[in-house]
């Protein structure tokens, strides 16, 4: 059974730091997905990574993916306070074709303090 | 283009009633997902409907939740009857055929008490 985890947890950091949220997940899988809460709102997608190396950037929000170390992290960049919301990192079991179903790592609430 | 609707947004019900959630998914996507994140846990899987056909119900936990997409626009889930465990938040999820993103609706927050 493919599981997925996130840490941390929760996350405290003061604006302008960097800091890294890591997912690691248990079986083979070339598909990883970033997304982000905020409050009562649906989970807005950020990053898809479909393959070994590949790295994404939107902003002060980088993803990567290593498949071999089955691990993708989501570095921050001089955090600023709007990027307070709880990120999920999600996993596709499925090699083929569409998207099925997704297994979520726990979520990290990120607070990003003045 | 109007995002993943899902209604209503909180139901409180008690112990042993019938709860029925709604969502709508974004016009053109065959790919229907159902999910369930109770409180500290992981969000889990429940099912997915291709059009109106049930691809995978894996996730269900349990007869007493009754998932339909008729049509294979929108979908129901029912659950019937309701126990305290079942609180949570419920999310519903579409995609276009072969495509890998996903977009989530904004979730019904269930409350069995």
């Known amino acids: 059974e493919l599981k997925v985890e996130q840490n941390p947890l929760f996350l405290s950091m003061q604006e302008g730091k960097n800091y890294t949220i890591y997912c690691n997940y248990s079986?083979?899988?070339?598909?990883l997905y970033w997304y982000r809460q905020d409050p009562g709102k649906s989970l807005e997608s950020l990053f898809v990574?479909?393959?070994?190396?590949a790295v994404k950037q939107e902003g002060r929000l980088m993803a990567s993916l290593d498949t071999k170390a089955r691990l993708s992290t989501l570095h921050i960049t001089a955090a600023v306070h709007d990027l307070s919301a709880t990120y999920f990192c999600?996993?596709?079991?499925?090699?083929?074709?569409?998207?099925?179903?997704?297994?979520f790592g726990k979520g990290t609430k990120l607070t990003v303090n003045p | 283009e109007a995002g993943v609707t899902q209604f209503p947004s909180h139901s409180v019900i008690e112990k042993g009633q019938t709860v029925t959630l709604r969502c709508d998914p974004i016009?053109?996507?065959?790919?229907l997902y159902w999910y369930r994140r109770v409180m500290g846990k992981e969000i889990k899987f429940l099912l997915h409907?291709?059009?109106?056909?049930?691809?995978?119900e894996s996730g269900m936990p349990n007869n007493r939740f009754l998932a339909e997409r008729t049509g294979g626009t929108y979908s129901t889930l029912k659950v019937q009857p309701a126990e305290l465990e079942d609180s949570g938040v419920y999310f519903c999820?579409?995609?276009?055929?072969?495509?890998?993103?996903?977009?989530f609706g904004p979730g019904t927050r269930l409350t069995v008490t």
């Open positions: 999820a579409s995609s276009q055929l072969d495509r890998y993103e996903q977009y």
């Open positions: 079986t083979t899988s070339d598909r």
């Open positions: 990574l479909l393959s070994n190396g």
């Open positions: 999600a996993v596709d079991p499925l090699t083929q074709g569409g998207s099925e179903k997704l297994v």
């Open positions: 016009s053109g996507h065959d790919n």
């Open positions: 409907f291709v059009k109106e056909s049930k691809q995978d």
